[in-house]
């Protein structure tokens, strides 16, 4: 059985994985100029605020305050790459028929 801090760090580290994986998922879109970027790094950077809301309800260890400003800083980085995607040009749709 592991110790109960230990798991605590697990999922703390978990955590931030996934807001990792959310900013990135975030620069990928925008990198493609997907006509959804604006939505999903919006999604992004609620996945981001989420964990951590989860990290800061988690028992409290010496890394839970750095972790938690850690995934914070993610949601931002999300919410900037939103807005430099909104204020690049948009292109022209071509019609089709």
């Known amino acids: 059985m592991s110790h109960p801090c230990s798991q605590t760090l697990k999922k703390r580290t978990d955590l931030l994985k996934e807001c ?4 990135l998922y975030a620069v990928e879109v925008v990198t493609k100029n997907s006509v959804m970027a604006e939505d999903l790094c919006q999604s992004c950077a609620e996945v981001c605020y989420n964990c951590a809301d989860e ?6 260890d010496l890394l839970g305050e750095d972790l938690y400003n850690m995934c914070m800083k993610y949601a ?3 919410e900037e ?3 430099y995607h909104s204020t ?3 292109k022209q749709l071509k019609e089709t028929i």
Not at 20 to 23: L, Q
Not at 55 to 60: E, R, V
């Open 55 to 60: 990290c800061s309800s988690l028992d409290d």
């Open 76 to 78: 931002r980085l999300c």
């Open 81 to 83: 790459i939103m807005a």
């Open 20 to 23: 990792s994986d959310a900013y």
């Open 88 to 90: 690049q040009q948009p």
